[in-house]
Every structure is written in structure tokens, then in C-alpha cells.
Nanobody
Framework: QVQLVESGGGLVQAGGSLRLSCTASGRTFGDYGMAWFRQAPGKERDIVATISRDGGYMYYVDSVKGRFTISRDNVKNTVHLQMNNLKSEDTAVYFC?????????????????WGQGTQVTVSS
């Protein structure tokens, strides 16, 4: 069974940066798309970014385009989310997830494995 472990969250001032990391167990990491979702208090879990299995295709929700970058290393079984120019509305628990598809979907229902989440708090 795949296990995903996130790290890198924390408290940062608006305009600052954080880099989230997710390390996956198992031998099939490179076969599937990966994604980062986030969930703010009282809200649904929403897509932030996806990346295809080979890193050739990436998707970003409009609110993070130009500020966030998703990347992956299939040798180290890791996926990262570089977050720059953070805003207070980025405050949420961030989850990494492993897709059931090779390209990565924007639907939470297409993800079979989830990390425990890491808190990102942006102070204004």
C-alpha cells in the first residue's frame, strides 16, 4: 500500500515562500500522476496543481498560476510544490495525492492515496 508523507508547511508572512515536499513509498510512483490539493477551514478540498507521470504536463488552478510550481523526481519518489508570493487566501492544509491515472486529474475522486496533510498559514 502506498504511503505519502508531506513536509515543509509552516507559518509565513504574505509575500513569502514555502516549498512543500511529498515522499511516496512503493515501486509504481513513476506510473501515475500526482497532485496537490488544499482544504481551508469549513471549505471543500480543492485542487491546486497536478503533474503527469513523466512531468510533461502540469495543471494549475487559476488562483496560483505564476506563483506556484509543481515538480517531481521519479528517482527519489518525491513531488514538490514551490509556493512563492504567498497570500492569506493560500492558508489551508495541503495534501499530496497519487492519481489512478497517468496524467493526473483535477477530481479528488480520481486519487487513491493521500498524505496526512501539512498546514500552511500565511499571515497578512
Amino acid at each position: 500500500q502506498v504511503q505519502l508523507v508531506e513536509s515543509g508547511g509552516g507559518l509565513v508572512q504574505a509575500g513569502g515562500s514555502l516549498r512543500l515536499s511529498c515522499t511516496a513509498s512503493g515501486r509504481t510512483f513513476g506510473d501515475y500522476g500526482m497532485a496537490w490539493f488544499r482544504q481551508a477551514p469549513g471549505k471543500e478540498r480543492d485542487i491546486v496543481a497536478t503533474i503527469s507521470r513523466d512531468g510533461g504536463y502540469m495543471y494549475y488552478v487559476d488562483s496560483v498560476k505564476g506563483r506556484f510550481t509543481i515538480s517531481r523526481d521519479n528517482v527519489k519518489n518525491t513531488v514538490h510544490l514551490q509556493m512563492n508570493n504567498l497570500k492569506s487566501e493560500d492558508t489551508a492544509v495541503y495534501f499530496c495525492a497519487k492519481s489512478t491515472t497517468s496524467w493526473g486529474s483535477t477530481s479528488p475522486g480520481s486519487y487513491a492515496a493521500w498524505g496526512q496533510g501539512t498546514q500552511v498559514t500565511v499571515s497578512s
